[in-house]
């Protein structure tokens, strides 16, 4: 038996983009799926698999990857709660990235038959996702111009930045405290760094009163110094809630 319950993150996620009534709220609540719980580095999809799902975070976090020939990684795009992983492959029949969870992760696996026949149905629906997908889009973008253009410290404040504000959107931490579910291997392969650069970096900006870090979670002191230094200006994600002040933005 379905719960719909299960899916009440993504629902979420995709009325925050764009605004849908009652009644398609209910039909996306009742979407066929399956629940898989996975460890970290769980596989949830493989390059060139063919995308018979769609697959959705509601709990922990799931990364995308490309492999190069030589072996090396390359992280593309993290997820959390109410995100749809590589939601561009739900228009492509074959994946284009691997795709595993990054920490302890419950992922439901929705038909993609499904999903592109209630997008048809209910126009709303689709506009919802098309804006999820132009997001993902623009923060691949990011990221791209963050390993192409920005140096070391600014890669590594643009990630938090970024995965800090996606958690206050989702409603999964508020700070100044957030989960940092990220190695300092993964952080280098998201970034293109090297453990060892990713480190030092880390020592500095810490040493430097930015933020501190503690396991998996993550404190920060100075957001208008992170920000500037992660090169957002006014783009893309809105500022956090300061927490020592007024708040600012609202979600992203």
């Not at 009440?8 to 764009?18: D, I, N």
């Not at 609540?29 to 719980?37: N, Q, S």
């Not at 390059?47 to 992280?75: E, F, M, N, W």
């Not at 973008?141 to 206050?168: F, M, S």
Request: glycine fraction near 10%; charged fraction near 20%.
């Amino acid at each position: 038996m379905i719960n719909s319950a299960h899916l009440a993150p993504m629902v979420s996620k995709l009325a925050r983009r764009s605004p849908f009534g009652d009644a398609e709220t209910q039909k996306l609540l009742a979407l066929p799926h399956r629940i898989a719980e996975l460890d970290g580095n769980g596989w949830i999809i493989a390059d060139g698999d063919p995308a018979t799902h769609c697959h959705v975070v509601l709990s922990g976090y799931a990364y995308c990857h490309k492999v190069t020939g030589d072996g090396a990684r390359q992280i593309v795009s993290v997820h959390m709660r109410g995100d749809i992983v590589d939601p561009c492959g739900i228009a492509l029949d074959t994946a284009v990235y691997n795709v595993q969870a990054l920490t302890r992760a419950s992922i439901a696996y929705i038909p993609r038959a499904a999903m592109m026949d209630l997008m048809g149905e209910c126009p709303r629906i689709g506009v919802a996702v098309m804006a999820e997908i132009g997001a993902s889009a623009a923060m691949l973008g990011e990221w791209l111009v963050g390993v192409g253009r920005r140096d070391a410290r600014g890669r590594i404040c643009h990630l938090l930045c970024e995965i800090a504000t996606r958690q206050e959107a989702a409603g999964i931490c508020h700070g100044p405290d957030y989960e940092w579910p990220m190695t300092q291997e993964q952080i280098g392969d998201a970034t293109g760094l090297t453990p060892v650069h990713v480190n030092r970096t880390l020592q500095r900006l810490r040493s430097e009163g930015y933020f501190r870090t503690a396991g998996r979670r993550v404190t920060v002191h100075d957001w208008s110094r992170l920000w500037e230094v992660g090169d957002l200006g006014s783009r893309a994600l809105p500022l956090p809630m300061q927490h020592n002040g007024a708040a600012q933005a609202h979600s992203y």
